[in-house]
């Protein structure tokens, strides 16, 4: 578990910002409809509870097959850059080249092409995030240490064995740092997706307020996104620390 | 006669354009201790290459108890100049890496790695991870996984050379108090005359690169060595030959 000494100071300093805002927005503030209280936005939020989270699963389902999809083909592509020089030559520049499209030109083209469903919402999802789920298992496996490699290759062992014995194992801290840049922004990219056209979510509910006037409504779903953001993270943690209990021994050790 | 363990004949390595090794002989008997020193760079871990499959050679005849080593199972147990547990594993399932690459079973490498863990300082450490280890317990399991391996020849490659001082004599008394009772053959690469003598039973030193055999020392101090062999007067004179040796090489 964290320390309190890590925890409370930023603790600290948002209850500070809200408490600002707070008496900010009930004096002398521009009115409740342009810029409501941090209370009011938690009243109302709670007020429109099932609206709202009816409005979320939609997003956490897309965000979260959006994910396990930018891994697979992140892995995919890794492995094919990893194994032949080939395909790294080939392969590199263009997920590069695929990094400087404008999303924002995209999203409503995607909708246009595919509707929407889901499917848009996670292809572009998939779009955003797998050039960096993709980076981060290229460099794993060339973070392998080469003694270890020539230690397995003076037992005879073959490439598939080397690839399966040391590099992916050394690989996967390294996909744990790549994961949490993805998700947060697929949680970002799903909001966009959504704000671009779909039926619903949390970014179909914040235009839906936003059209409305209900900018208490707007901030709650903001607060919602940011929540949906901080649990998926705290998860991969967890996950971490369940999947690779020895990353934190070693990291332990480097510290110490 | 028996075969030696190890027989190398007018060995010449290329690298990158470079004449890494040139003309090298060196054998090493069944049972023997044998070490390399040589000045950084002069071609001794590519010699170790060579053996291990790493590098090929231009040219020379290379055997391990009288076979040729092309093709064929590797047939040499190498431990690196680190350790190179894997931080993944724990150390029981380090300690069976090499028979479970060379074929083994995991449950039937564990059986034969199982009653090493006492002589070797290991026991009750096997479901640790190589980070919760010292130093020195990391490489007695890196030798344990080394020797397991049931191979007719153990490479050393600077076994002890990332360790502090206190850690590395500890070690060098250990790996001879263990070569005693096992016997086996090693060939040992390293920088530390103190080292190759206090361990070995003949030393060879490299010249610089190309690297061929500049002068080979038999050195028969009685066994069992003991720390008291370094007020030798013998053995000071054999280190100021040897590095002598190293110096004009």
Known sequence: MPRPGVVLPPLVLVALLLAIWEIYAATIGPGADVLPTPSRVAQQGWADRENLLANTWPTLRATVIGLALSVAVGFGFAVLVDLSGLARRAVLPVLVVSQTLPLVALAPLVIVWFGFGQFPKILLIVFVNFFSTTLSFVEGFRSADPDSVALLRSMGAGRWRVFRTVRLPSALPYFMAGLRIAITYSVVSAIFAEYAGAEAGLGVYMQFAKNTFRTDLVLAAVFVTASLTLILFALSYLIERIALPWAFLVRAGEAS | ?249
């Open chain 2, 1 to 249: 006669m028996t075969q030696p363990a190890l027989s190398i004949k007018d060995l010449d390595v290329t690298l990158g354009g470079l004449p890494v090794v040139r003309g090298l002989d060196l054998h090493a008997r069944a049972g023997e201790f044998v070490s390399i020193l040589g000045p950084s760079g002069s071609g001794k871990s590519t010699t170790f290459g060579v053996l291990t499959g790493e590098v090929s050679a231009d040219r020379g005849d290379v055997r391990i108890t009288g076979d040729a080593l092309h093709g064929g199972r590797s047939r040499v147990a190498y431990m690196p100049q680190r350790d190179a547990l894997l931080p993944w594993r724990t150390v029981l399932n380090n300690l069976t890496l090499g028979l479970e690459v060379r074929g083994t079973k995991r449950a039937a490498a564990r059986e034969k790695v199982r009653p090493l863990l006492e002589p070797f300082g290991l026991e009750g450490f096997e479901n640790r991870y190589p980070a919760q280890l010292s130093g020195g317990m990391r490489q007695r399991a890196a030798l344990l996984r080394t020797v397991a391996q049931e191979q007719p020849l153990l490479l050393l490659d600077e076994p002890f050379g990332a360790l502090d001082a206190l850690t590395r004599s500890q070690m060098q008394g250990w790996l001879e108090n263990m070569w005693e009772k096992y016997r086996w053959t090693v060939v040992l690469i390293t920088h530390d005359v103190r080292e190759a003598l206090f361990l070995s039973d003949r030393v060879y030193v490299f010249s610089p690169r190309p690297a061929r055999v500049a002068a080979e020392i038999v050195v028969d101090f009685p066994r069992p060595r003991t720390q008291a062999l370094f007020a030798d007067p013998r053995f000071a004179a054999l280190e100021a030959e040897l590095l002598q040796q190293l110096t004009r090489a």
